[in-house]
Structures are given as C-alpha cells and as structure tokens.
C-alpha cells in the first residue's frame, strides 16, 4: 500500500508540474513548464530509491539527492525546525509539539475547513504557506498527513471525509514546491480522539489535521 502512494504522489507531482497553475491566494503562476523537467528528474531518481526496497520513502528521497541526517545532528537539525515552525505559526491556531525528534502539527478543523467540507478555507493559505517555507527549507523529513474526525455520523463516512481532508493539505503544501516523495496521507477517521465526543468542546478538538514531521535518518 506504502509503495502505491509514494508512486502516486510521485506521478502527481510530476503531472503538477507539467502545466503551470494559478495560486488561489497570492495570485502567482505556482508551477512552469522547467519545474516540470525538474520533477521528471525527482521522478525518475526517487525510482531508483524506491528499487531498493526497504523505507519506501526514505528511499526515494535519498535516490533524488536528498540526504539522510546522522547520529548528533538530527537533533539539532529537528531543534532549527521546530523553532522556525514555532516562530511561523504564532497567533495562526496550530500547534507545535515535539515528541522525541518528531514534530507535530495540530490544525483544528474549525481554522482549516467549514463544517463537512474538504476544501480549505482561503484564510487559511497564509498558513499554509508557512508551513510550507519551512518543509522546503528543512527538506530532511519525511511528511506524514493525517486527517481526524469526531464521532458524529457514519464511520465510513467520517474515514473519507478524514482522508480527503488530509489530501487537501498535503496537495496544498506539494503545490507550494514541498517534495511529493515526503508525503504519506492518512484518513484516521474517529478512531484517535484526543477528547471526549461527548461535549461539543471536545468534538471541535477531535476535528482535526496533523502533520507529523519525522527525521530521514541513516
């Protein structure tokens, strides 16, 4: 399942960069015709990552150039991050946590999309954005996006809507120019709560998209 994700993110990114799109918030032409043939070679070199089996991911991005962190470094190199995340998303709603070396993202569904909509909300792009200029500044970690429901309606539904949610950020950050090989997207849907779905205070808590920001270690 892992490696039919990765190559479809690959194939997305690569097809993103073919033609050359609109930015619904600054306006801005996102993509040309030369981030094209740069995603052609980031497709063909996270290929010969994923032939070597192992962490798909980590693979792909090691075979298009991107190196692994070692030892003592990764910690530091996890510290930067978090304090440029941390200094970005000030005052935005999302949060920053750091468990071990990873760092975790939490926006609350009330701040990133209306009630039963998987589309996001223009106020937020600004955000976004942040995020963005930061994965792309520190581009050794892999993405993990993953998307929360509450408990109110049907359990298949709550999945797809946890999942398309998680889409819509993780193909916001790629079209801002964060590498498709480091993304997964994961629908969780009510299955994670983080509060009680017995009050609406904590229902509003369980709505809601992480990013998990883990280290691409040797």
Do not use: W
């Not at 306006?27 to 040309?32: M, P």
């Not at 998680?166 to 629908?187: K, T």
Request: glycine letters at 12%; a neutral charge.
């Amino acid at each position: 399942m892992l490696k039919k994700a990765v190559a479809v993110a690959l194939i997305a990114g690569f097809s993103a960069g073919c033609v050359t799109s609109t930015d619904p918030y600054t306006g801005q032409q996102k993509i040309s015709n030369t981030a094209g043939g740069a995603a052609l070679g980031a497709l063909a070199g996270a290929g010969v990552g994923l032939l070597a089996g192992g962490d798909d991911r980590r693979n792909a991005l090691i075979g298009a150039g991107i190196g692994a962190l070692a030892g003592g470094s990764v910690g530091a190199y996890m510290d930067q991050q978090e304090a440029q995340l941390r200094g970005q998303l000030q005052g935005t709603g999302v949060s920053v946590t750091r468990q071990g070396n990873n760092i975790i993202l939490n926006m609350p569904s009330n701040i990133t999309f209306n009630t039963d909509q998987a589309d996001i909300q223009p106020a937020f792009y600004p955000t976004l954005n942040s995020v963005a200029l930061v994965l792309k500044k520190y581009n050794q970690t892999l993405v993990d996006v993953i998307g929360h429901t509450d408990s109110t309606g049907d359990d298949g539904y709550n999945m797809d809507l946890s999942r398309r949610r998680a889409s819509s950020v993780a193909n916001y950050l790629m079209a801002q120019g964060a590498a498709s090989q480091r993304f997964e997207v994961i629908g969780m849907g009510e299955t994670q709560p983080v509060a009680s779905n017995a009050t609406p205070e904590g229902r509003a808590q369980n709505r809601r998209v992480e990013i998990q920001l883990v280290p691409v270690t040797q």
